[in-house]
């Protein structure tokens, strides 16, 4: 696909879909990641001369709701651009249109959440032929958003002359790099709570990687389904028959699956919680794995040493209260450490993850941490991604 090198943007209207989908709390951004990401693309339009129409959607509201309005982002972003962003309160319509006519050459706008639209979701060809007629050519840089077909996303690439951004040719540069063609041995360690959604990518993943670490509650549904008492955890056990087939897959495919040997245990998930760590044959019936222990992340350290390319989505045990990060922010200490030694290709992605990052203090030294959440588990599962596809129409 073209990207801004091709672009002549001097003087012209660019529509540029960017993911301002940040966490808020109180109308207050708690982590501009996605912000600061994209600001280089916005940065070199503006100073290119061209007029910066910026999109986005933020949450998954039904219909116009203020409380999911992009406004106080607006604010966000303009601090951290260091020049005013103007708002408009409808990314159609008369408002969008005035807000846009009002631009100067290097001027930014970003407008209203464009989910307050049904047409957005539905990728509805009126909603779309809205939406271009304010601008003259198109930028996706969302790439966190591209596993959508959305008409921000996808309709629009199709309506305009369409260019990948900077965070979207560097999103798919650096997994390309770790997944396509990775330097072998390639490790995937996928963790975090939400089974059934990532479930199907594990069964993509085994015939892929070369050693697969599970943990999280994820690992709690695969012990139950080796018949293994897991007490209290968190676990999907109506998908034990999934799980099986997957220890099946990977047999075939020669994946070495890790599973923890040993659990961090607690009767209530709660900061400070009096905890135990118990083998895994002997999880007490009355609590729950809230973290891997020791022995387990020695495992997953020796897994890491091994290999020569890492993929990281979801954290190893309940990372957001102590002392249950404790595993989690081990391994990616280790993981950075061989990262920094030059020994290591380490890509993460996902909500948690990147959380759990920072948490560990190790954003820095992984080689590439990835924006996407949804979109980086379905880039993993080999599906093409209908924002990226329609770029390259
Ligand atoms: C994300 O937060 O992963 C993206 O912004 C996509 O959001 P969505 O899952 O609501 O489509």
């Known amino acids: 696909f073209r990207t801004l090198d091709q672009a002549d943007v001097k003087g012209k209207r660019v529509l540029v879909r960017v993911d301002l989908n940040v ?45 999911e309005s992009l406004k106080p982002v607006a604010e966000a972003v303009s601090s951290h651009l260091g020049k005013p962003v103007a708002f408009a309160d409808d990314c159609i319509g008369g408002a969008a249109s005035q807000a846009v006519n009002a631009l100067k050459d290097g001027d930014v706008l970003l407008l209203e959440n464009t989910r307050f639209h049904a047409g957005e979701e539905k990728n509805d060809p009126a909603f779309v032929q809205e939406l271009a007629k304010l601008g003259d050519i198109y930028v996706n840089d969302a790439f966190s958003a591209a596993h959508r077909a959305h008409a921000s996303t996808e309709g629009l690439a199709r309506a305009l002359p ?108 709660k900061a400070g919680a009096q905890n135990h760590t118990y083998g895994i044959d002997a999880i007490p019936e009355d609590q729950m794995i809230l973290d891997v222990g020791s022995q387990s992340v020695e495992r997953v350290n020796s897994a890491i040493n091994d290999a020569a390319t890492l993929v ?76 990226v596809e329609a770029l390259k129409a």
């Open 312 to 387: 990281w989505n979801g954290p190893l045990g309940a990372f957001e209260i102590a002392p249950f990060d404790q595993g989690t922010v081990a391994a990616a200490r280790h993981a950075a450490e061989r990262t920094k030694a030059g020994k290591l290709v380490s890509v993460a992605g996902g909500g948690d993850t990147v959380a759990a990052l920072n948490h560990a203090g190790v954003t820095e030294t992984f080689s590439y941490v990835s924006t996407a959440g949804g979109a980086f588990l379905e880039w993993l599962e080999g599906k093409s991604l209908p924002g």
């Open 162 to 269: 369409s260019y990948a951004g900077r965070t979207m040719q560097a999103e798919l540069d650096a997994l390309t790099k770790g997944l396509e063609a990775p330097k072998r041995p390639v490790v995937a360690i996928v963790g975090g709570a939400k089974v059934s959604t990532k479930i199907d990518l594990l069964e993509n993943l085994v015939s892929k990687v070369d050693a697969l670490v599970i943990g999280g509650g994820m690992a709690n549904t695969f012990l139950h389904a080796m018949g293994l008492g897991i007490g209290k955890s968190l676990a999907e056990k109506d998908l034990a028959e999934t799980a099986m087939r997957i220890f099946a897959r990977a047999r075939e495919t020669n994946c070495a699956i890790i599973l923890p040997v040993d659990g961090v245990c607690a009767y209530e998930f």
């Open 23 to 67: 966490p808020m709390e109180n109308g207050r951004v708690t982590d501009a990641t996605r912000i600061e990401r994209v600001l280089p693309t916005i940065q070199e339009i503006a100073d290119k001369g061209g007029k910066v129409i910026l999109l986005a959607h933020f949450g998954r509201p039904k219909g116009r709701d203020p409380k």
